[in-house]
């Protein structure tokens, strides 16, 4: 199907051409850069711009750099960019595990993770990374610019922090001072292309400190607050993970959908509750399964 | 309209394009690229997988505006003379029922063999994990892969 909607197109070569157009649209400018979502809902009509602003165009968005512990991640970079970086390997591994598991390869060559937060579905895979490392969003604007803590950004589904005449310059991640081992758990029907019936991301922190969120299994992707303070400053036990286990349907509240039933979502969640974090804990120290092995 | 030029299988070429014109349409219906597919057009299926600059994306969900001074390679260029090692293992292996998926699938893998010329099984499925093959034939388009390597030794 053909997209029958006309729109301006723009592809800017400075940032501040950005900021121009988006005021001079007054919300009815939309960002382009990989596409695969906003292309897709133009398409169904859910998105009429009356411009369609090509973001490709601006060297600076496309920066992936590792300085002073900080991991910036500029709105251009895609899955496929952070897939193939050594530094995020090796130095933000639950991030790379979960752009591992996000739609395929066709689309994670052209999804970039600045995209995926602006999109804020509930589940999307790069959630549980952002809260737990508790990375920053840089959003650009008329006035300059501003820091969005990600455990200040997903509204509601579909809905950010972000304002109309904003948008992401880019994404920062810091590395924990501590020695830590994480893991990211996607279920999925099946090994292809899918979405998440539960996402569940998990930071274990030398000193038995926990940090886990989850994506899918609720109206945004948040931390579960509960179960870390159930766990923190406590060594991992089969009987600790299994009183954590009970804690689990009070922090999540999944729906049923045409992926699965909210029992069954609750059910597996706990499963991979145990098995994350089992994951996460053994990582610290180099050992239990290679990251990006498949843990459900 | 707007002018747009690109190189289409090592060949400068230029159209007109309106900004809401999908890249798949242009290729196939202006450029004659029959080789691409349309099915699902939101991205899922990869039976419209083209290589930008190297790289396998969906043709669907791309304007065609934006594929403006890019290099895009499609069925049609990966043989000028003769097949790829990987079109002739397609062949040997039958890896084709409707041969809708082909193409896509072949684009595809024709990047992860570029990546990496010597895949597990694990990796080839994963690389060709976005290409939906409707008659579920997936296990000789697999061996197909998993076989050039082996067919390119053989050839030496």
């Known amino acids: 199907m053909a997209i029958v909607q006309e729109f301006e197109y723009f592809k800017p070569e400075r940032i501040e051409d950005i900021i121009k157009l988006l005021s001079e649209y007054k919300g009815k400018a939309r960002l382009l850069a990989g596409g695969t979502d906003l292309v897709v809902r133009i398409k169904d009509e859910l998105e009429s711009p009356a411009a369609v602003i090509d973001i490709k165009g601006i060297e600076e968005l496309k920066k992936l750099e590792f300085r002073e512990g900080k991991l910036h991640i500029g709105a251009l970079v895609t899955f496929t960019d952070l897939i193939d970086s050594d530094i995020v390997k090796e130095q933000f591994p639950l991030l790379w595990e979960s752009s591992k598991t996000v739609a395929s ?5 052209r999804a970039t993770l600045a995209g995926n937060i602006c999109s804020g579905v509930p589940s999307l895979d790069s959630g549980p990374a952002l809260l737990i490392y508790e990375a920053d969003i840089i959003v650009r604007g008329a006035e300059g610019e501003r820091v969005i803590p990600a455990l200040n950004w997903f509204l509601g589904p579909r809905r950010t922090a972000l304002k109309e005449e904003e948008f992401v310059r880019e994404i920062v991640f810091s590395l924990p001072a501590k020695k830590h081992g994480g893991s990211y758990i996607k279920l999925g029907r099946y090994k292809g292309e899918d979405l998440a019936q539960v996402g569940l991301g998990i930071l274990a922190l030398e000193g038995n400190e926990y940090r886990l969120a989850f994506c899918a299994v609720g109206p945004v992707p948040s931390r579960a607050k509960k179960i870390e303070a159930f766990l923190n400053g406590k060594p991992l036990t089969d009987s600790l993970i299994e009183e954590a286990k009970k804690l689990v349907s009070e922090e999540i509240s999944p729906i049923t959908d045409v992926r699965a039933t909210k029992e069954y979502r609750v059910h597996v969640a706990k499963i991979m509750l145990e098995r994350g974090i089992k994951a996460a804990v053994e990582r610290i120290n180099g050992n239990g399964p290679a990251y990006g092995e498949r843990l459900i | 309209m ?3 030029s690109f190189i289409l299988n090592g060949e400068k070429r230029s159209t007109y394009v309106e900004p ?15 080789s691409i597919k349309y099915a699902c057009g939101r991205g899922d299926c990869g039976a419209c997988t083209v ?6 994306v969906r043709s669907c969900i791309i304007l065609a505006i934006e594929a403006d001074g890019q290099e895009i390679l499609t069925v049609e260029g990966l043989s000028k003379d003769k097949l790829t090692s990987l079109q002739e293992s397609f062949i040997d292996h039958g890896s084709f029922q409707c041969g809708f998926c082909a193409p896509g699938m072949i684009m595809s893998a024709t990047e992860l063999l570029e990546k990496n010329p010597n895949p597990t099984e694990e990796e080839v499925k994963e690389g060709l994990s976005g290409n939906l093959c409707r008659c579920t034939g997936y296990t000789p388009i697999i061996k197909a892969v998993l076989d050039v390597e082996k067919r390119d030794v053989d050839k030496k």
Do not use: S, T
């Open chain 1, 105 to 109: 390869v066709g689309v994670r060559n």
């Open chain 2, 2 to 4: 707007k002018k747009i």
């Open chain 2, 20 to 34: 809401n014109n999908l890249l798949v349409d242009v290729l196939r219906e202006k450029l004659g690229m029959h």
């Open chain 2, 51 to 56: 290589l930008l600059n190297g790289k396998g």
